[in-house]
T-cell receptor, first 111, second 113 residues
């Protein structure tokens, strides 16, 4: 079965600093990759996705992610975070008709 | 208009009771899912329906029974509730079996006392 690993359960960062949230997946076959964001007491919303093509994917709110097939990684980055980016971030893989989610990374942006 | 709506948003009940959560989507999608999010935020798929037909049934106790009366609705009924059923249950939908995005409801927080 597919597994998705988010190495950091919590990432504290100061406002306007850059951030990287890490994600690795287990499958070596073709996969589709996603980052979702969950604000408190809300459902998940899509930030960005990689289906094919350019390995650098840009999403909403200034986020981007890079697909690295050799390292089976799909790390999420933002050059300058804002207080409003405080949320839980989930990496997900679509394979074999299912979405598999990582355990989430809580991004805590401090003033 | 909410794209994927779930009711109720909060549910508090006693062990042994039976409860239902309803989900409706107005996106015209034909695939719907139930996910369970535990206290550690881990999201696990439970069921998936495509055009009212069950296509994914993970190893979920048979106390959980999904029902899809039409492709816009997917309900979840839980019998004989246990403490471990306490979680947030998310309904989600997507067009076809895969188009690249899941649309989530806001979740239903179930607390079993």
């Amino acid at each position: 079965a597919q597994s998705v690993t988010q190495l950091d359960s919590q990432v504290p960062v100061f406002e306007e600093a850059p951030v990287e949230l890490r994600c690795n997946y287990s499958s070596s076959v073709s996969v589709y990759l996603f980052w979702y964001v969950q604000y408190p007491n809300q459902g998940l919303q899509l930030l960005l996705k990689y289906l094919s093509g350019s390995t650098l994917v840009k999403g909403i709110n200034g986020f981007e992610a890079e697909f690295n097939k050799s390292q089976t990684s799909f790390h999420l980055r933002k050059p300058s975070v804002h207080i409003s980016d405080t949320a839980e971030y989930f990496c997900a893989v679509y394979n074999f008709n299912k979405f598999y989610f990582g355990s989430g990374t809580k991004l805590n942006v401090k003033p | 208009d909410t794209a994927v709506s779930q009711t109720p948003k909060y549910l508090v009940t006693q062990m042994g009771n039976d409860k239902s959560i309803k989900c409706e989507q107005n996106l015209g999608h034909d695939t719907m899912y139930w996910y369970k999010q535990d206290s550690k935020k881990f999201l696990k798929i439970m069921f998936s329906y495509n055009n009212k037909e069950l296509i994914i049934n993970e190893t979920v106790p048979n106390r959980f029974s999904p029902k899809s009366p039409d492709k816009a609705h997917l309900n979840l009924h839980i019998n004989s509730l246990e403490l471990g059923d306490s979680a947030v249950y998310f309904c989600a939908s997507t067009q076809g079996q895969f188009t690249g995005e899941l649309f989530f409801g806001e979740g239903s927080r179930l607390t079993v006392l």
